[in-house]
């Protein structure tokens, strides 16, 4: 190659309108022949036996300051399905995450315009802690709280803050409600042995776990996880992947993640998002086999992100 | 050791500008002198307190804790070299100070722990920005300020005020014939102390919750915590630590306070009657170090030098014994990580 | 849905929804008490705090006239003839230069012991909580013990001797002696504080040069938290023109600052005099007290010097690079650290 040369320019074709494919009743996307993009080296998951819609996201529009970060963006969140939100970084899914349980709101100077609906309820009419308590979210670094483990799973449970202590009296139903959510994030076996002992002791991925049984226990209607493996290992990315394919079935679900092959082996339904507008959704098998916008193409072979 | 032959050779002489290896050894010897001779110098202040007081401690025995008496003829008696009818010229019962210190510290800090933490909550997480701005130098200015100029505030303001607004001529009779009341009394001086010790607290309070990792308080909203529950129970307990070293801090200044509790605690030292009901509030008090303060004259007369030195090593083994409280719970906040 | 083929034009107007203020309305009563206590303690303090400040400084430019700066104070019970405060603040200036040049070398070499040399050990973590300890002892304790120590005959020097031989064991030198206690623990935790947060890093390259401790700590370390040691110097300042105990009882109180032999300068220090602090209490109701306005008056020109020192403080903090809430807490050394956010 001529040194002097300049490198070929990319152009990647811009279409605006997305692209939301039509709903199929059941199976994944790969009825159609065309070539694919990707190869699957792991089986398509069975789609889970009910799924109902929980949140629905009408265009939404949100804003930093004067800067739109999330553009017309409109998709349903349903239960017993796992939606992946991926693109870039500053596509705006996070913010995107961020709004459907009203954390947007800390931050001064946030806009935003449209509609969010749990249930059927504007969530800007619901109580706000209310709402937090049923659309609970999972942070990219682990974040457990500087108590036990116990009381840290507790956290959103007792109406009445626990005295500190080593040992006291608590309610069996917390106790229950405690275990079963540990057992659901697949850690109970890890720390039964002493309970009382302090969340930061754990290692990075067991912390993550942690933080998933804390948000579980008080039993949500949605689960969001914003990046909740990038800090973590191999091992225990698995885990949690393989936890939130069995979570599936009793909480709605949404994962932004910036790693494809995450959202690969994770996803039902896939959002892809870039630069704050919604490119492209449909099921995983639509989406990474046969993606129908070009930029959609171009992000999921690697040409940019 | 072989030095490489270009590297330069530290000069000798005058012009030395760096120092070899045995000269560093001198110079940590000479610190380490240093170090032990500052150590003896405050073991010998430890000491010297100690033997000086003695004396009044061998001859009162347990008792000198005790009521008995009244500390103003007990003083006297020993300026005069006149023993009390029936004691030793040692005697002394210290009741009344110990009873005065208990009373203006102890409410001194528990309504400044209180008011504090609130206040502190108060800045860091619901004030709006330029009342913070104002609020920061302020405090930190009161927190600087002389401890005479609150007891010139209390004395020329706060007493008058009391003494013409709040005690009644019958309150005044109640207990005329035991103690005359004015302004300075026990309710002053606890509220003077509690304003002087509040901005070290609210400071050091209000530096720790403003510490408190951005993450948790996320975590804690984001699972459907208010405001307040998230900041009472992650916010709080974070800053737990620095919330107990703010109080023994406080402590230690509260109880070394002498200056403004002699101006402001009233001419006498009168163990305050829980009995007299709201009265009590307005009897006069002479805590331990005030006391110190007003009899300093009469250090050099023997047997009241021995009772004053004797009240130090009471303060001084307080202190000590605040450092040691301060420094256990210290210990035990690393339990849940509460460290770095 | 999205309009088709055009791009999206963001909203505006009614169409645009801010975050709301948060309602309290729908917390539970405890909750809903405690924030309401919480306004209430904050306003409240926020009163106290600016009516202490404002009545001061009313007072004190009320009763403050140039002159008071420069006359002496006379005896005299008439207060126009009583002269100002010019000997209170000499004497307020004498004792805390003395108080810091003892205290500021001794602090800023034990700091640099107990950070770069520390053998062995049991003596440092001693000589650590022996230094703790005395920034808990009261300042009387400490004039006590100094007034037993300078009144012993082989000091009789520094202090005034009777004439039956008695040293009276009270001067500038034996109050600035005493007073460099008080200022100690605060130099010694501001530079200890400014060396730990110096990076390992520059240690490391000074000691792989072939340098020694010793010239390591006086060439690299030290210059480079010369503002920390400053904060720690001002602090002590602070402290020591604030006591009043000390002054009271190892600094004979008389009304103008007398001196003892005839050497100049020596014989200021060896003599009594009094300071801004003693002046303000002997002026008020509990000392001789007839004077409250000149009080106020001095009062004034006391809390401007802590203002200056504050300010001084705030301006190095800024500089030094530490954090300011730590500054006090961390000069005592009882707070530990908290966790590190950014991990």
Known sequence: MDPLMPPPVRRIAVDRDPYIAPPRATGNGNSAPAAAVTTRLLAPRPVAANVRERMRIESVWLAYGDNWVV?????PVRQGEVLSMIGASGSGKTTLLRSLNRLTEITAGAARSGQITLDGQDIHELEVNDLRRRVTMVFQQPNPFPMSIFDNVAYALSERPGRGGRRRRRSPQIERAVTEALHRAGLYDEVAGDLERSALRLSGGQQQRLCIARALAAEPEVLLLDEPCSALDPIST???????????????????????????????????????????????????????????????????? | MDRHPLTPEPPRGR??????ARTDQRVELTLGALAVAALVLIGAMLVTVLIKAWPSFSHNGLSWFGPGGDIETQFRAMAQNKALPGHSILYFRAWPLIWATVLTTGSAVLIALLVSTLAAIFLTEFAPMRVRQVLDPVIRLLAGVPSVIYGLIGILVIAPYLDDHLIGTARRESVSYVVQLNGADVMTASLVLTVMILPIMVAITAGALASVPASWREGSLALGANRWRTIWRVSLR??????????????????????????LGGGRSFAPNLLDGLTALFEPVRPLAAAI????????????????????????????????????AKQQFNRYGLRG | MATVGLAPTPPSGSAIARPPRERTGSWPVIDRIAYGLCWAVGIGLCLIALAIVLFM?????????????????????????????????????????????????????????????????????????????????????????????????????????????????KSFFAAGAVMSLLALPLVVGATREGLEQLSGRMREASYALGRTRSTTARRVLLPAIRPDIATGIALGMGRIIGDTAIITIVLGLTLTNEGVGRTPLISTLRGSGSTLTSYIYNNSPAGEGSAPQKAYAAAFVLLLI?????GLVTWLTGRGGQSEGGMLSRAFRLIPYMPDPSR
């Open chain 1, 71 to 75: 553009r017309d963006v409109s998709l």
């Open chain 1, 238 to 305: 698995e885990t949690i992947e393989n936890l939130i394919v069995e979570l599936r079935e009793s909480v709605a679900i949404v994962i932004v993640t910036h790693n494809l092959q995450q959202a690969f082996r994770v996803a039902d339904h896939v959002a892809f998002m870039h630069l704050g507008e919604l490119v492209e959704y449909g099921t995983s098998g639509q989406v990474f086999d046969h993606p129908v916008k070009e930029r959609t193409r171009a992000y999921i072979s690697g040409a940019f992100g």
């Open chain 2, 15 to 20: 012009k030395r500008r760096w120092a070899t």
């Open chain 2, 238 to 263: 974070t800053a737990r630590p620095a919330i107990v070293a703010a109080t023994v801090l406080a402590t230690a200044r509260a109880l070394g306070e002498a200056v403004m509790l002699a101006m």
């Open chain 2, 293 to 328: 303060f007003q009899n300093s004259e009469g250090l050099t007369i023997a047997p009241l030098g021995h009772t004053v030195y004797a009240i130090g090593a009471v303060l001084l083994v307080s202190a000590a014994m605040l450092s040691l409280a301060g420094w256990a």
């Open chain 3, 57 to 169: 400084f009313v007072k004190g430019i009320a009763y403050l006239r140039p002159s008071l700066l420069l006359e002496s104070p006379a005896p005299s019970a008439i207060q126009s003839e009583s002269g100002g405060f010019f000997d209170p603040i000499v004497g307020s200036l004498i004792v805390a230069a003395i108080g810091i040049a003892i205290a500021a070398p001794v602090g800023i070499a034990l700091a640099t012991w107990l950070s770069e040399y520390r053998r062995p050990t049991w003596l440092a973590r001693t000589v650590e909580s022996a230094i703790e300890m005395i920034a808990g002892v009261p300042s009387v304790v400490l004039a006590i013990f100094g007034l037993l120590i300078f009144s012993q005959r082989f000091l009789g020097f520094l202090s005034e001797t009777d004439a039956g031989g008695a040293v009276s064991g």
């Open chain 3, 306 to 310: 802590v203002l200056a020192l504050n």
